[in-house]
């Protein structure tokens, strides 16, 4: 039954549907509403778990690496300083292969220090092995929690995914959300049975131990293969959950809006909303969304590009010392790859919580629609 | 599609008044969407919070600089805070207070003593509630039984029938103008 509720007590009801039975959690702004609702719902028996309250969020990843590691479903949340303090622990969890999700709820990264949404603290772990699949609402945030742990568990990823939602602009927005019943989230993701990774006193191993040259560079070379395999499986899982509650993203990896036209944006999370507002007013751009940024949709991002006169790239992130995206030169490379005569452009935007408008989406349209190469960082005015 | 913004100090409730107005709006077959002005709360200092409402999903995801219907629970802020910044053609503003504000021209204000109703029907300044009465006795944004409900629901028992007293009689007052 669908009902208005805020973004963070939404995804915290999806986390307590996937039972998860080890939850360590530090609360760091905008995310401290998802540990405090699940706080809640363990103390009133809601939700069977184990709630460890640890004192930084280095020791949060670190217990739900071990919790993980003992072959328990392991949950955690953060934001912003809190994964890059996990950022050690968070490279840890994928070259061990353990099955974590965590939430994160997207914030800009210190200095100077700001509270607000963007998405530089993701996108500072896109090689360090885990999934990252970005919401544009709340409802997908809810059932991509519950898709995550499906995809995470299956044997051919046994891989960590960050699920993203936007600060502020999804975990504090009331919205309708509909959350699904228990019974069938039972049923489509079963309890976690771990075959890999399962430390027992009785039958001892020892897991990311030390590796000489050789072996480590083979387990990083399948580490990346796998990593790239598991797009099938978010995809694969996205289907399976899109039957069994009516409810889909695209392709479960991209979103096509209205992309017959002569422009594209292409753009992750929440501000996919505001731009689709954008596109219904105008005959000549349409938006490919990203959903599943790691694996990085190559294929996909080919296909539904190359034919494009001007691909637009929004993104909420600076890469600094390159003066663009992060995202901005990985889809040059997919279309000087696919042969592609686009030309790309690039748009940093709703850096520290900057407010992007609908405005500012006609207005970058209008500068860059005959520009070729040019980066351009909105600076906060609803009109620029 | 509707917007309303609320103008109120931190702790007098704009934040709850914003979402109980989005639940209200859905119980009535509605989409909504509620969110604060982003910012670092704290208690006495000027926030904003906003809802939409509309008949589809709503995607749009910017802050609401257009509003169709201004509230503030709050008059001393119109002193220090543009409370008409944007407003619509057609726009109406409710102001909780026993006299009107000195006024710019060619603004639709209208005013209810929600501090004096909160302290007779809820013991205590809470304004919030009582000024989304006066909002859709104004409006018709939503229903009077849709908004008690949801008021009752959020509080139950003797807070949530005191709230919907005092609720009843801004909605009242304001109607007979």
Redesign the interface.
Known sequence: M???M?GSNAVAHAIRLCKPEVMAMFPITPSTHIPENLAQMVADGDLDAKLITVESEFSAMSATVGASATGVRAFTATSSQGLALMHEVVYAAAGMRLPIVTTIVNRALSAPIN???DQQDTISERDSGWLQIYCE?NQEAVDTMIQAYKIAEDKRVLLPVFVCMDG??LS?????VDIPEQKDVDEFLPPYKPEHAFLDPDKPMTMGPFAYPKPYAAMRKELSKDVMKAKAVVKEVHDEFAKKFGRSYGNGIIEEYKNDRPIAIVAMG??C??I??VVDKRDDVGLVRVRCYRPFPKEELAKALKDKENVIVFEKNVALGLNSGAMYPEIKDVLYSAGSKARVNNVIGGIG?I????ENVENFIERLKDKEGVVEFLGGD?NE | MKEIRFHGRGGQGAVTA??VL??AA?KEGK??????F?G?ERRGAPVMAFTRIDDE???????V?KPNYIVVLDPTLMEVVNVFEGMREGGVVVVNTAQMPDLPEGVDVRIVDATKIALEEIGKPFVNTPMLGALIGVTGLVNIDSLVSTIKERYPGEVGEKNARAIKRTYEEIKEG
């Open positions: 669908k009902t208005v805020e509270i607000w949404n609402t502020f602009i504090h927005t009331y919205e309708p929440s501000v909303g505001t689709k507002e919580g407010d992007v408008t609908k609803p | 914003a979402e989005a639940v859905f989409y909504s969407q509620a969110f604060p982003f670092v999903f709503i995607r749009l995801r910017e802050q600089y």
